[in-house]
């Protein structure tokens, strides 16, 4: 009988376990769920495919023009007028046949140059992974965080709630012992349903933010915010400073770098393609069964086309790429600027804020008592538990803003990838 009862509790064991593993929520912090986006969203998986089409160019650019075979054969409609009488049709002195094998023969450079040309489009379908990434990280930063706020708002709430679930409890044993109003008591549970359908709408909004937060982390199981992460590291606070290391780890500079580059290659490329290419090659042609041999050579003469426009459209492609370079350059000193300030001031409103959160509660904590204790109406216990709950939520709010300045600061810079690693 024991042994029954030892068996039924490890297989009621082993189930719970497992239901338990089945329901289980994975917590991400802001740097666990950049680390995983940038192994499995959707978008940057598919942003990869660039890179490797961009190197099976370089395969393409080191291939060798192909042989080319050429083949005409002509037939004597009438072989009778052939010296000697009727030939056979099917005789060899009744048909002309020529076999023609050549080769195109790429010059003045116009190999290395392709393949000089792919490996540079390599290296931008790289820098441009890189600036996707970029944006995707900020993209799932700002999700995190929202989820984030979300969850700081029902925790708010539901302490607002359950404080006033106590005064409701309360307030009904005062009525039945006739000492307050039946009014006291509905306006207590009055505030109470708000709260509770408050409470319900920020449930739905955590939902959806982190169905939307799956997905750019590109995960299937449940999943939650890790609440005690601050994800905060130091940043000089020197806007010069700020500015030289955005220089090397912005990756939309290293795009536009890259392009130079691209353009550089092309330039060389499109030039050397003003030169056409030859032809050569040997030719077998055996008439009437007398055999003849010959060389064939040709070549386009470059006479109107001499790949003016590609050539003139590689110049231009190259000198965009540097105006736009230079407008980045000179845009993103401003954009740290901005980004630094707006830091610096959401987080002087942090502290301010600090202030205000131990004067509401403080107020609360008073009134409470005080109606409690018959001082004052339920109008002002009421008033100072919706200032309280004011306060909160413009205290996360404030946070939740601080962050999210934080985070387009180490956008702006590019310094976002580091949280990644």
Not at 59 to 66: D, E, G, I, Q
Not at 134 to 150: D, P, Q, Y
Not at 308 to 316: D, N, P, T, V, W
């Amino acid at each position: 009988m024991r042994v029954k009862i030892t068996y039924l509790f490890f297989v009621t064991f082993s189930i719970v376990s497992c239901f338990n593993q089945t329901h289980a929520q994975v917590t991400f912090t802001l740097q666990q769920a950049l680390v995983t986006a940038r192994e499995n969203n959707p978008i940057l998986r598919t942003e990869l495919f660039n890179v490797s089409i961009a190197q099976a160019d370089i395969v393409s650019a080191k291939l060798r023009p192909n042989l080319i075979l050429n083949n005409q054969t002509l037939q004597n409609g009438q072989p009778s007028h052939l010296p000697g009488g009727n030939v056979d049709f099917s005789s060899g002195q009744s048909r002309q046949v020529w076999w023609q094998l050549t080769k195109p023969f790429q010059i003045a450079g116009q190999r290395s140059y392709q393949i000089d040309f792919a490996n540079e489009n390599v290296s931008l379908a790289q820098k441009n992974y890189l600036e996707t990434e970029r944006t995707i990280f900020s993209g799932v930063a700002a999700k995190w965080l929202e989820v984030w706020a979300a969850q700081k708002q029902l925790e708010i709430i539901d302490k607002a709630k359950n404080n006033i679930q106590s005064l409701v409890e309360t307030n009904q044993l005062r009525y039945k012992n006739q000492m307050i109003t039946q009014t006291d008591v509905f306006r207590s549970e009055l505030l109470l349903k708000q709260y509770e359908l408050q409470s319900n709408t920020v449930k739905q909004e955590i939902a959806n933010r982190l169905t939307e937060l799956k997905f750019l982390l590109g995960v299937q199981e449940d999943m939650t915010v890790d609440m005690k992460d601050d994800f905060l590291f130091a940043i000089p606070d020197n806007v010069d400073s700020l500015y030289n290391q955005s220089l090397n780890s912005r990756s939309d500079i290293g795009v536009m770098k890259s392009i130079i580059e691209v353009s550089k290659s092309n330039i060389k490329l499109q030039r050397s393609l003003a030169y056409p290419q030859p032809e050569l090659g040997v030719i077998w042609n055996p008439q009437n069964n007398v055999p003849y041999y010959g060389i064939y050579a040709t070549v386009r003469l470059p006479v109107f086309d001499r790949n003016q426009g590609e050539i003139k459209k590689s110049f231009l492609l190259k000198e965009k790429a540097e105006k736009e370079l230079y407008t980045i350059q000179t845009k993103l000193q401003s954009e740290i600027t901005v980004a630094i300030d707006n830091y610096r001031l959401r987080l002087q409103n942090i502290d301010n804020f600090k202030i205000l959160l131990d004067q509401s509660q403080t107020i609360l904590d008073n009134v409470k008592y005080s109606y409690l204790k018959g001082g004052t109406t339920i109008i002002d216990f009421l008033e100072a538990q919706r200032s309280w709950l004011d306060t909160q939520q413009q205290y996360y709010d404030a946070l939740q803003q601080y962050r999210l300045g934080y985070v387009q600061l180490l956008y702006t810079t590019g310094l976002i990838s580091q949280l990644a690693k």
